[in-house]
């Protein structure tokens, strides 16, 4: 079975402190995504990774940089957080980006203060 | 450009009755469609997915659905809910796009079954 891991399952962090959020998968997949998820929003595309050292914005990428120096990994970085960055934040990975299933982690439920 | 429409942000159904989820796209192109389920505190599984070919496709846990065309939808049912089938459920569209692939979730519908 395919294995998507993240860090912590909830972070508490004050406004400014810089905060990683990272992801691992262990089934070689090329492609990794991280989403934000909001009540009524849905899941939105923060940046994603086709390869290592590679990277894409999504639709909303301000706030947030990303790194993935190692196929396997792929963090999300705050860089200063803010109160309106409390949310759920989910990892996936994929084969590819068309038509292949997109495998999550269970999700990190960040609360800025 | 695509956009993925779930209507109804909650739905509720008894215990043995029909589910009926529905999720409508915009899309130039075939797309490629997707149901996935998040049950508490987990992240998103996969239900089942349309890329080609039959369009009425059967997923996990009794649940299948539809690809209309002409009705730009991809309904997902259920013949009789269970109380474990209680959770949010995301319809997602991924389509080709310069640079690539684009997967588009919609908002999601929770699924409320009363015993």
């Known amino acids: 079975d395919v294995k998507v891991t993240q860090s912590s399952r909830y972070l508490v962090k004050r406004t400014g402190e810089k905060v990683f959020l990272e992801c691992v998968q262990d089934?070689?997949?090329?492609?990794m995504f991280w989403y934000r998820q909001d009540p009524g929003l849905g899941l939105r595309l923060i940046y994603f990774s086709y390869d290592v050292k590679m990277k894409e914005k999504g639709d909303i990428p301000e706030g947030y940089s990303v790194s993935r120096e190692k196929k396997e990994r792929f963090s999300l970085i705050l860089e200063s957080a803010s109160t309106n960055q409390t949310s759920m934040y989910l990892c996936a990975s994929s084969w590819d980006r068309g038509q292949e299933t997109q495998y999550f982690g269970p999700g990190t439920r960040l609360l800025v203060l | 450009a695509q956009s993925v429409t779930q209507l109804g942000s909650h739905v509720s159904v008894s215990e043995g009755a029909l589910v009926l989820l529905r999720c409508n796209y915009s899309s130039s192109v075939p797309p490629y469609l997707f149901w996935y389920v998040q049950y508490p505190n987990q992240g998103l599984q996969l239900l089942l997915k349309?890329?080609?070919?039959?369009?009425l496709v059967k997923g996990i846990n009794g649940f299948e659905a539809e690809f209309k065309k002409s009705e730009t939808s991809f309904h997902l049912t259920k013949p009789s809910a269970h109380m474990s089938d209680a959770a949010e459920y995301f319809c997602a569209v991924s389509e080709v796009e310069t640079g690539g692939f684009k997967t588009i979730f919609g908002a999601g519908t929770r699924l409320f079954v009363k015993a």
């Open positions: 349309y890329t080609t070919g039959a369009t």
């Open positions: 089934m070689d997949h090329e492609n």
